[in-house]
């Protein structure tokens, strides 16, 4: 089977909105949900300064830097692919995938990076875009970064889409391989921000329709945010 490559991922070229996927000049590989490109041009409506963007996964039952544990390959993935009906019905891509490590917290808790971040290209060029200062191999921290800038502005608006994602496909990428660890990608952010990498505390608007195979990750992700607040509520009282 043909692995699927970078034209699944919905193209920006005719949209007001500029949107990213990756920091590193090479294509990472990663499937889209069939309604990302539209329902994110619906959300830029919303607010004057919108950042936009969806919870990420990795294909399979594991995050991609456990794959060898389990002994998830490029192999194994291509047969999930062949089998799971994806290309009839992109949102079945829900069934056999696993949150990201940057969406662990669930749909209802912050997000460490964004790999499918949309905003207005105002905002985008009042950004910088991406800073290339981060140069390791897959870009280090970069996308961690963009995301805590385009949340940091005073105006922006963090919409989350719900019922849409992104896949990431094994690749033997440089950071889900553990070529590069997450100290070293860590110490490369430090040096150039000054401070601690911080997922972004905006308290998000949700939008979008959940199709049937997404309806689990809301159960999960409802009981991991009923797990937070009962934590805060046991702290403030103690």
Request: glycine share 10%; charged share 20%.
């Amino acid at each position: 089977m043909a692995r699927p490559g970078r034209s699944t991922m919905p193209s920006c070229a005719a949209s007001p909105v500029a949107c990213g996927s990756s920091a590193s000049t090479a294509p990472r590989p990663r499937l889209a949900s069939p309604g990302l490109l539209s329902t994110a041009r619906r959300a830029a409506l919303l607010a004057d300064q919108p950042v936009i963007t969806c919870p990420a996964f990795h294909l399979g039952t594991t995050v991609h830097k456990r794959a060898a544990e389990v002994g998830y390959s490029r192999e194994v993935e291509d047969e999930l692919l062949a089998t799971s009906g994806w290309e009839a019905d992109g949102y079945r891509l829900f069934e056999v995938s696993t949150l990201s490590g940057s969406s662990a917290r669930g749909l209802f808790g912050p997000m460490g990076e964004s790999n499918s971040l949309f905003m207005r290209r105002s905002t985008w060029e009042g950004l910088g875009g991406v800073d290339e200062r981060f140069t390791l191999p897959g870009g280090g921290l970069a996308n961690h970064d963009l995301f805590q800038r385009a949340c940091a502005l005073d105006d922006s608006a963090l919409i989350v889409l719900l019922g849409e994602g992104t896949f990431h496909q094994f690749h033997g990428g440089a950071a889900t391989s553990g070529r590069f660890s997450w100290d070293e990608m860590h110490a490369e952010f430090v040096a150039i921000r000054g401070h601690d990498n911080r997922p972004p505390q905006n308290r998000p608007l949700y939008v979008g329709s959940v199709p049937d195979p997404f309806l689990p990750y809301v159960e999960r992700s409802s009981q991991l945010a009923l797990s937070r607040l009962t934590a805060r509520k046991d702290r403030v009282a103690g």
